[in-house]
């Protein structure tokens, strides 16, 4: 039998500060997430400079935590794996230069690992049993993209947003009407208590698979001032999730049929969406397609699928360099 492989992974993005052991890239040992939503709710979104400050006042703890979780020494780790992009720079470098020290110190190999990529290995921790290839959906607070998994590290992009992400539509759209941040944990709460055909919102679609949630986005703003005090929030956040879901759900369908697979995954924030979730999975049921979602904690981002991509990276060979440097706005499969 060959020898477990061990991958830290190391996810400071965003607004997570999260390390996570992962073993042969399927299974948890441990995953600690230090959250500053609490701390970025005050001001309606992430500020970038003070996510930088509190993942540098976090990180080492994290690190330490999640090591004496998995019961593991750093010596016993066979790869230091951390997001290097895309992301914001600052928050990038502190997960970045810490997974650099560590690895320099502990003299173990460095593999950096893509956001994105993360989101999706999501999926290989919750379904052991998933393999490529399959589509991805992935929806994200930055990112909406329709990607072709052809291998563990071979992606196509096949579809992407031309203007908001879908969070960021959920986000914004909470905000107008005074729900708070993040605006989609909120919104899948208050749709359930609401009626989605009593708001008719526009829905976008291109030639090819791309997305574009701006004009729903500033549909609903414009209905909020019209309608003020008459507008019924569970209606709106209700006809909101119809609108995206029924965007989301066609492009999965048309990709499908264009790449001829039988599989298809979410993941990203948005995935942990309950009505997206039950609509993919009828959508699956209907086409004779297996739909697999990440369990909510590897929605949203954790460093658990961090190690999970970082693992794939590490048996392709895919080492990185000790000068890496975080790319904010790096693409899949750079
Ligand atoms: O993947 P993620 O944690 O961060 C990025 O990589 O961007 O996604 C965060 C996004 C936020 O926009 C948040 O509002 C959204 O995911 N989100 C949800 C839900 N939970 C988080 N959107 C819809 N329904 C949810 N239940
Ligand atoms: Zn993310």
């Known amino acids: 039998m060959s020898k477990d492989i061990l991958c830290l992974g190391i996810e400071s993005s965003c607004d997570e500060t999260s390390v996570a052991v992962v073993?042969?890239?399927?299974?948890?040992?441990?995953?600690?997430?230090?959250?500053?939503?609490?701390?970025?709710k005050k001001y309606g979104g992430v500020v970038p400079e003070i996510a930088s400050r509190n993942h540098v006042e976090n990180i080492?703890?994290?690190?330490?935590?999640?090591?004496?979780?998995?019961?593991?020494?750093?010596?016993?780790?066979?790869?230091?794996?951390?997001?290097?992009?895309?992301?914001?720079?600052?928050?990038?470098?502190?997960?970045?230069?810490t997974a650099k020290a560590l690895a320099y110190a502990s003299k173990k190999p460095l593999v950096g690992v893509h956001h994105i990529e993360g989101h999706i290995a999501?999926?290989?921790?919750?379904?052991?049993?998933?393999?490529?290839?399959?589509?991805?959906?992935?929806?994200?607070?930055?990112?909406?993209?329709?990607?072709h998994v052809k291998d563990y590290t071979d992606f196509e992009i096949l579809g992407r947003t031309r203007d908001d992400a879908v969070g960021e539509a959920f986000d914004k759209v909470a905000r107008v009407l005074g729900l708070g941040y993040p605006g989609g944990p909120v919104i899948d709460k208050r749709a359930k208590n609401g009626?989605?055909?009593?708001?008719?919102?526009?829905?976008?679609?291109?030639?090819?698979?791309?997305?574009?949630?701006?004009?729903?986005?500033t549909a609903v703003l414009n209905l909020a001032n019209k309608e003020k005090e008459n507008l019924n929030?569970?209606?709106?956040?209700?006809?909101?999730?119809?609108a995206v879901t029924e965007m989301l759900t066609t492009n999965v369908l048309k990709a499908v049929k264009q790449i001829g697979v039988n599989k298809i995954a979410i993941a990203?924030?948005?995935?942990?969406?309950?009505?997206?979730?039950?609509?993919?999975?009828?959508?699956?049921?209907?086409?004779?397609?297996?739909?697999?979602?990440?369990?909510?904690?590897?929605?949203?981002?954790?460093?658990?699928?961090?190690?999970?991509?970082?693992?794939?990276?590490?048996?392709?060979?895919?080492?990185?360099?000790?000068?890496?440097?975080?790319?904010?706005?790096?693409?899949?499969?750079?």
Do not use: W
Request: with cysteine.
């Open 23 to 40: 073993k042969n890239g399927r299974e948890v040992l441990s995953n600690v997430i230090a959250t500053q939503i609490d701390i970025h």
């Open 60 to 97: 080492t703890y994290v690190v330490k935590e999640a090591l004496e979780k998995a019961s593991v020494s750093i010596d016993e780790i066979d790869a230091i794996c951390p997001t290097y992009g895309p992301g914001l720079v600052g928050a990038l470098l502190v997960g970045l230069s």
């Open 122 to 147: 999501a999926n290989y921790i919750t379904h052991k049993d998933l393999k490529p290839p399959y589509l991805c959906l992935v929806v994200s607070g930055g990112h909406s993209h329709l990607v």
């Open 195 to 217: 009626n989605p055909h009593v708001y008719n919102l526009p829905r976008t679609y291109f030639e090819n698979l791309d997305f574009s949630f701006s004009g729903i986005k």
């Open 233 to 242: 929030i569970d209606d709106l956040c209700a006809s909101f999730e119809e």
């Open 268 to 334: 990203g924030g948005v995935s942990a969406n309950s009505y997206l979730r039950e609509r993919m999975k009828k959508i699956g049921e209907e086409n004779g397609l297996e739909v697999y979602y990440p369990e909510l904690v590897l929605c949203t981002d954790n460093a658990a699928m961090i190690a999970a991509a970082g693992y794939n990276n590490f048996m392709a060979g895919k080492i990185s360099e000790l000068n890496l440097n975080a790319v904010p706005n790096l693409k899949i499969g750079d």
